[in-house]
């Protein structure tokens, strides 16, 4: 089956860590986004790639970092830079073309110690 | 940047009744889409919308898209306790990226 998958599905991070979180799809999409996601506050866009080596920041993009080596891979850093990492991940993918649909992976709940 | 607010952010909604949820955008968009998110999962693209006062429906769901290309809404009807989740309308502009509102929480009453 074609889809999207993020790992881990938990993550627990010390204060002063840097952690990263793994997306892969195999749905040979072009593009690839991150979002967080606090309750009440909907999905912001941390970093989008819409082509392999080339990525953007978003809205919130302080305190992360990502890399797009891989078609298939868009992995993110949450570094120590971040003050407030507790969230919900998301990660998506979508075909090329002006805003088309995203499909997205189940997600990471990262939590500070 | 681009902002789409949704209204209203939570409802309670008595199965077996309607309920209509409001995407609204202070600039022209080029589509609109709508997802769902279950309590605990990812959100699931629902539909795209293109054309100005496009209307679509699926079974129970109609999606409707300004004529000003600035607004839509989500009309459910007879409402069934699988509506349960958060909606989320997306809109873009024109280029490669989405805004996504903050979403309307619904719960279902049995």
Same mark, same amino acid.
Request: charged share 20%.
């Given at each position: ?113 | ?9 939570? #409802? ?11 995407? &609204? %955008? @202070? ?5 609109? =889409? ?23 429906? #699926? ?11 600035? &607004? %839509? @809404? ?5 409402? =069934? ?23 309307? #929480? ?5």
């Amino acid at each position: 089956d074609g889809g999207i998958t993020q790992s881990p599905k938990y993550l627990f991070r010390k204060e002063g860590q840097n952690v990263t979180l793994s997306c892969e799809q195999n749905l040979n999409h072009d593009a690839m986004y991150w979002y967080r996601q606090d309750p009440g506050q909907g999905l912001r866009l941390i970093y989008y790639s819409q082509i392999v080596n080339d990525f953007q920041k978003g809205d919130i993009a302080e305190g992360y970092s990502v890399s797009r080596e891989k078609k298939e891979s868009f992995p993110l850093t949450v570094t120590s830079a971040q003050k407030n990492p507790t969230a919900f991940y998301l990660c998506a993918s979508s075909a090329p073309g002006q805003a088309a649909p995203q499909h997205f992976g189940d997600g990471t709940r990262l939590s500070i110690l | 940047g681009q902002q789409v607010m949704q209204i209203p952010q939570y #409802q309670h909604v008595q199965e077996g009744e309607d309920f209509t949820t409001y995407c &609204n %955008s @202070s600039t022209t968009l080029s589509n609109i =889409q709508w997802y769902k998110q279950r309590p605990g999962g990812h959100p699931v693209f629902l539909i795209q919308l293109v054309k100005s006062g496009e209307v679509k429906k #699926q079974k129970r769901l109609t999606f409707q898209f300004g004529e000003a290309k600035k &607004n %839509s @809404s989500l009309h459910i009807t007879a409402t =069934q306790t699988t509506d349960v989740g958060t909606y989320f309308c997306a809109g873009s502009d024109g280029n490669n990226r989405l805004a996504f509102g903050k979403g309307n #929480q619904v719960v279902v009453i049995p």
